[in-house]
């Protein structure tokens, strides 16, 4: 697990790298390392996966949601900032669908207002701004290992910082908080049984670590293979009307996480959930994505959220179309996908004329 370690914390150009047994537990230790807690407020997206919210819940903290930009679907620093208020404690920022587009300005609200940014980096291994990596933007950032993520170990997730007694704490704590300063075998493994504070088994087993360290020496390859399927995509469908293709700005290098087109806005839910329809029906599997996180029943009723509250995050939640991604897509294959969802458009837009 030590190497698996040091070889995230050298391909994200940091010095500290703590594995633990998934991304959601890394965001949550991250959160109670750095004292989040009960009458805390964190700011994190509205259009995001569940669990870049859920981590705010498990902290005790309260979750403040903030909309997306509709072209990038990351959320806007102005609106972030929009959000503060004297009882904001960390911001968790997304690279939605592996894209890191605004991450400088987000990293640079937090700086101002001095309240740490926490990169939920779980779709962006291996992206980039410029030079910047995704997971070199925040004060700490997680990456995730589940099957569907770039790289997998079956379960499990990393804390990427230069910050060691932050590494430290999520050390201690993700060991049921024993005091790790006599460490003499693994990381994981204390010779002590002192316990220094409240922690919890989000250990990473040394099987997992194994396989994870094997897939990060592919990491490489794997990008290689998804930018290639992502742009042949994007060559066969960006003269479709009525279909938004991801928007690349010039100095991205996207992790490609996945491929999420979204129809034009006169095409309903329904008409989406019809198309998806079609394309399986074509042994084709497309799926529809995220949902919008406030309207999750747990999060709706304890905070009285409402459909209309983050408009750009439900509109772009009931249109897209998320299209098979996986290394070894051919060209044939990707065009085959292109055609097919073409005609279910066409078949969807006769019904409306109808
Ligand atoms: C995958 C993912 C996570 C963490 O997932 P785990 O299943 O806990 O490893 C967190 N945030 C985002 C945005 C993700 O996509």
Same mark, same amino acid.
């Given at each position: 697990m030590d190497a698996f370690e040091e070889m995230m914390a050298e391909e994200i150009g940091r010095n500290e790298a703590v594995a633990v047994s998934s991304g959601t537990a890394g965001l949550h230790l991250l959160l109670e390392a750095l004292g ?21 819940? +498990? ?13 990038? !679907? ?14 904001? %404690? ?21 700086? %101002? +207002? ?51 007694r932050l590494a430290d704490a999520c050390r201690s704590m993700r060991n049921h908080g024993r005091n790790m300063s006599n460490r003499v075998s693994s990381a994981t493994t204390g010779t002590r049984l002192d316990v220094d504070r409240l922690g ?12 994870? !360290?094997?897939?990060?020496?592919? /990491? ?6 998804? @930018? ?9 469908? @960006?003269?479709?009307?009525? /279909? ?10 996207? #992790? ?41 029943? +747990?999060?709706?009723? %304890?905070?009285? /959220? ?16 998320? /299209? ?11 065009? !085959? ?10 078949? #969807? ?6």
């Open positions: 989040v807690g009960p009458g805390d407020e964190v700011i994190t997206p509205a259009f995001s996966f569940v669990a870049s919210a859920n981590c705010i819940e +498990h902290a005790g903290a309260k979750p403040i949601f903030v909309d997306c930009d509709p072209i990038s !679907l990351n959320v806007r620093a102005e609106d972030v900032e929009a959000r503060i208020t004297e009882r904001t %404690k960390a911001i968790i920022g997304v690279e939605v669908f592996g894209n890191p587009t605004g991450m400088r300005e987000l990293a640079a609200i937090s700086a %101002k +207002h001095e309240i740490p940014l926490i990169e939920d980096a779980c779709e962006g291994l291996g992206g980039r701004l410029g030079n910047d990596r995704i997971g070199s933007f925040g004060r700490a950032s997680v990456f995730a290992f589940y099957p569907n993520k770039q790289i997998t170990t079956g379960e499990g997730g990393m804390i990427i910082t230069d910050d060691t919890w088994n989000y250990r990473m087993s040394e099987l997992h670590a194994a396989l994870g !360290l094997s897939q990060l020496s592919r /990491l490489d390859s794997i990008m290689e293979h998804r @930018s290639r399927v992502a742009d042949t995509y994007t060559r066969e469908l @960006s003269s479709m009307s009525d /279909l938004i293709v991801p928007t690349v700005e010039p100095d991205v290098t996207m #992790s490609w996480f996945v491929y999420v087109v979204r129809l034009s806005t006169p095409y309903t839910s329904e008409d989406r959930d019809e198309i998806i329809e079609g394309l399986r029906r074509h042994d084709i599997g497309a799926a529809h994505y995220f949902p919008a996180i406030p309207l999750f029943p +747990h999060f709706r009723d %304890k905070y009285d /959220l409402k459909p209309g509250d983050f408009p750009v995050a439900e509109s772009v939640s009931q249109r897209t179309i998320a /299209l098979p991604m996986f290394v070894g897509l051919t060209e044939v294959e990707i065009k !085959l996908v292109c055609q097919t969802l073409g005609l279910m458009m066409t078949r #969807s837009r006769f019904r409306h004329e109808d």
